[in-house]
C-alpha cells in the first residue's frame, strides 16, 4: 500500500521562476492538503482540497496556487517566487474533509536563489 | 499565525529516562495531535486525543489533555536513541473550516 508521494523532493529555482510540485494521495484517500515548513518551524497551512476544490486556504498571497485531479492527486504552484519560498513543501492526505490522522509525504525542498 | 505552543523548545536526555513534551493552545479544539519528524523528513503521526478524552495511551506514549488550562502532554517512557526527532502538537480549533494548525516543535535527543 504505498503512502503519499511527492515529486520532485529537491529542486532549485531562480527568484520570479514558477515552480510546480506535485503529490499522489495515499490509497484510499481523497482530501490533500499542502503544508510549507520552514527551517527550523513547523509546518504551515496553505490550503486543502477536496472533489478537486479549493476548500480551506491558509495566509498565502496567490502567488500559491493548487489543483486536485479526479485521481485525487494534487499540485501545487507558486509563481514569481521569492527568496522566502524556499522551505520543505509537504503534502498531506486524508480520508475525508474532517482533519483526523494525516499522512505526510516526505516533501519538497525548495531552494530559491 | 501558530495555535500551538510546545515547551521545551529542546529537550537532551539519556537513553531510558522519560521524555516529558508540553502543549499549550488558545482557542477550543475539536482534538489535538502528535506527530514526530526526523531531520528533513516527513511527519509522522503519533496519537490523537479528542476534547472529550483527558488521556491515551499507545506502546510508549501517553498523551494527556487537559481543556480548562488548554494544555497538553506528551510522555515517552524508557527513551531510546531511535526517539531523536523533533515532535510537533497540532491542534484542530472548534468551528466550521477550521484547519490543523502546528506548534513550533520540540527537538528531542536521546543520548545513548
Known amino acids: 500500500d504505498a503512502g503519499v508521494t511527492q515529486s520532485p523532493t529537491h529542486l532549485i529555482k531562480t527568484r520570479g521562476q514558477q515552480v510546480t510540485l506535485r503529490c499522489s494521495p495515499k490509497s484510499g484517500h481523497d482530501t490533500v492538503s499542502w503544508y510549507q515548513q520552514a527551517l527550523g518551524q513547523g509546518p504551515q497551512f496553505i490550503f486543502q482540497?477536496?472533489?478537486?476544490?479549493?476548500?480551506q486556504r491558509g495566509n498565502f498571497p496567490d502567488r500559491f496556487s493548487g489543483h486536485q485531479f479526479p485521481n485525487y492527486s494534487s499540485e501545487l504552484n507558486v509563481n514569481a517566487l521569492l527568496l522566502g519560498d524556499s522551505a520543505l513543501y509537504l503534502c498531506?492526505?486524508?480520508?475525508?474533509?474532517?482533519?483526523?490522522?494525516?499522512?505526510f509525504g516526505e516533501g519538497s525542498r525548495l531552494t530559491v536563489l | 499565525s501558530q495555535q500551538g505552543e510546545e515547551d521545551p523548545q529542546a529537550l537532551s536526555i539519556q537513553e531510558g529516562e522519560n521524555a516529558t513534551m508540553n502543549c499549550s493552545y488558545k482557542t477550543s479544539i475539536n482534538n489535538l495531535q502528535w506527530y514526530r519528524q526526523n531531520s528533513g523528513r516527513g511527519l509522522v503521526h503519533l496519537i490523537l486525543i479528542r476534547s472529550n478524552e483527558r488521556e491515551k495511551h499507545s506502546g510508549r506514549l501517553r498523551v494527556t489533555l487537559d481543556t480548562s488550562k488548554k494544555s497538553s502532554s506528551l510522555l515517552i517512557t524508557a527513551s531510546r536513541a531511535a526517539d531523536t526527532a523533533s515532535y510537533f502538537c497540532?491542534?484542530?480549533?472548534?468551528?466550521?473550516?477550521?484547519?490543523?494548525?502546528f506548534g513550533k516543535g520540540i527537538t528531542l535527543s536521546v543520548r545513548p
Open positions: 482540497y477536496y472533489e478537486e476544490e479549493e476548500r
Open positions: 498531506a492526505s486524508s480520508g475525508g474533509l474532517e482533519a483526523g490522522e494525516l499522512f
Open positions: 497540532a491542534t484542530l480549533p472548534k468551528g466550521a473550516n477550521s484547519k490543523l494548525t
